[in-house]
């Protein structure tokens, strides 16, 4: 495998369900991102992660939980979701945090909450 | 904080004509500037960027994109599109201490 990887690429899921999305870079990188990608809108960004450790949160609801155990492999724990949260969700890592570095992005999961 | 605009939501070009895609950003000092291109079912790839020095840059797949500061503006272009080129394409802005932030995209058809 190379590059970034997420699974599943697609997910149906109840209000009342709980899943987890996954992502995997085999990159090497340091930092990695979740976000959400809405019909006609900008990509939001949910949660930033550095060498492990949650260094943005962008007033993300908490039915949606980040989960990094080390610099290669990111989780979104989901649970209780509602309607709106259908979107696809990417994730993306760089070598390191910031401005300079170019970001890699996965394929995206696509969710729908029924 | 940065923001990024990119006025036009759809776009149609024939297979061969030339094409510019519009972005426009919003920040005080220099900006870091890319452009990604998402294909269907894919996530975004990224086509160039831009830090500092010549203000026209090139990047893959035969566009380039230029930097106007006067502007705040950093338009894509390609002089001649393919069909494969049929895609949605995200301006992006990189800001000091700041994560990047992108547009809402331009989705790009090519018609034959």
């Known amino acids: 495998e190379t590059g970034v990887t997420q699974t599943p690429r697609h997910l149906v899921m109840g209000m009342t369900n709980k899943k987890s999305l996954k992502c995997e870079q085999h990159?090497?990188?340091?930092?990695m991102y979740w976000y959400k990608q809405s019909a006609k809108k900008p990509l939001e960004l949910m949660f930033v992660y550095s060498l492990e450790e949650r260094v943005e949160n962008n007033s993300v609801p908490s039915r949606f939980s980040p989960e990094c155990p080390n610099s290669s492999h990111l989780f979104l724990h989901l649970h209780t979701l509602q309607p709106e949260d259908s979107a696809l969700y990417l994730c993306?890592?760089?070598?390191?945090?910031?401005?300079?570095?170019?970001?890699?992005f996965g394929p995206g999961t696509r969710l729908t909450v029924t | 904080a940065q923001s990024v605009t990119q006025p036009d939501i759809h776009i149609t070009v024939s297979e061969g004509a030339s094409l510019e895609l519009r972005c426009n950003y919003s920040y005080g000092a220099t900006p870091y500037l890319f452009w990604y291109v998402q294909s269907p079912g894919q996530g975004l790839q990224l086509l160039l960027k831009y830090f500092s020095g010549d203000t026209l840059v090139q990047g893959i797949k035969g566009f380039e994109a230029e930097f106007k500061r006067s502007q705040s503006s950093f338009n894509l272009r390609k002089p001649s599109v393919h069909w494969s080129d049929a895609a949605e394409y995200f301006c992006a802005v990189g800001a000091w201490n700041n994560d990047m932030r992108f547009g809402a995209g331009t989705r790009l058809t090519v018609k034959p």
């Open positions: 993306a890592s760089s070598q390191e945090r910031g401005q300079f570095y170019e970001q890699y």
């Open positions: 990159l090497g990188h340091n930092a």
